[in-house]
């Protein structure tokens, strides 16, 4: 069985996305549009969206005009959204609408994933829901050198120190990545 990953990119002071549910603060970062490849989970079978990641891929990359597009960042991986609305779907991509608890879903996205990685791609809340059922393993950050004035927070989820082990820490081009093992709870 795989492994259930938020990987995800941050401002310095833990936003991933603004106010506006933007990205266009990390694309002017140099570096940002291609990540370097070390940085991606190359073992990621399956993807995981909240709506609004969702959503903001297919407006930023006009991916329902251009379908081929989905394929650049996803590739033929499924996708799973989480959501609690009918949304619009790219030609050619397999995506699966999800709803209700994370809890609830794990067995479906484990089988989808089979021995792969579960990729939790964003937001931070969709990551939180993986943590409060007990089954996110890892959380890697690229820390990006922008501060922004609010927005979405990395993972808004009170998770002290003696649950996180660092793993690494490197700098990758003007990023910092830091990746984190999360340990179960104390007594679980």
Avoid: C
Avoid at 5 to 14: I, P
Avoid at 83 to 96: N, Q, S, Y
Avoid at 97 to 116: C, E, H, I, Q, W
């Amino acid at each position: 069985m795989g492994r259930i990953l938020f990987d995800t990119a941050t401002a310095l002071n833990g936003f991933i996305a603004d106010e506006q549910n933007s990205l266009a603060w990390l694309f002017a970062v140099d570096g940002g549009t291609t990540p370097d490849a070390e940085v991606l989970p190359a073992n990621a079978g399956v993807l995981v969206e909240g709506s609004t990641t969702y959503e903001w891929v297919l407006a930023e990359s006009d991916i329902l005009a251009h379908p081929e597009r989905w394929r650049e960042f996803h590739g033929d991986r499924p996708t799973f959204v989480f959501t609690t609305r009918d949304l619009p779907v790219p030609d050619g991509a397999d995506i699966t609408f999800l709803r209700g608890d994370v809890a609830d879903a794990l067995p479906r996205l484990r089988a989808a994933a089979g021995d792969t990685d579960i990729w939790v791609v964003g937001g931070g809340d969709l990551a939180g829901q993986f943590l409060d059922a007990g089954a996110l393993d890892e959380i890697a950050v690229s820390i990006a050198p922008v501060l922004l004035t609010g927005g979405a927070p990395l993972l808004p989820r009170r998770l002290e120190s003696d649950r996180l082990r660092l793993v690494s820490a490197k700098a990758v081009g003007q990023f910092a990545r830091l990746v984190y093992a999360v340990e179960p709870p104390r007594g679980a």
